[in-house]
């Protein structure tokens, strides 16, 4: 069973940076795709970043230039590496890993978040 467990949230102030990380353990396919996605109150759920094992990275929009995802394989992290923050950036931050192809709510391995606060 994949397991995958974050870290790194906290509080920071806007203009500040962050770096998450999530630990993944477990068996995982050859060909897999891994993403952070964030949920603020009251609001849809966002992918922030996709890749898939040997493929380009995509951001969002909104983080593009700011964030900047890596997938670390000696230690099977993945990291997010978070600046210029703003209070928008304020959510709950998930990694998540499945098979590629498949539409990133079918995806079966989420953490459990790390809460990233920024105040302004």
């Known amino acids: 069973q994949v397991q995958l467990v974050e870290s790194g949230g906290g509080s920071v102030q806007a203009g500040g940076s962050l770096r998450l990380s999530c630990t993944v353990s477990?068996?995982?396919?050859?060909?897999?795709?891994m993403a952070w996605v964030r949920q603020a109150p009251g609001k849809e759920r966002e992918e922030v970043a996709q890749?898939?094992?040997?493929?380009?990275?995509t951001y969002a929009e909104s983080v593009k230039g700011r964030f900047t995802m890596n997938w670390h394989n000696t230690n099977k992290i993945l990291s997010l590496n978070m600046s210029s923050l703003t209070p928008e950036d304020t959510a709950m931050y998930y990694c998540a890993t499945d098979r590629c192809g498949y539409e990133l709510y079918e995806w079966a391995f989420w953490g459990q978040g790390t809460q990233v606060t920024v105040s302004s």
């Open positions: 890749m898939a094992t040997g493929g380009q990275t």
């Open positions: 477990g068996p995982t396919e050859t060909s897999y795709c």
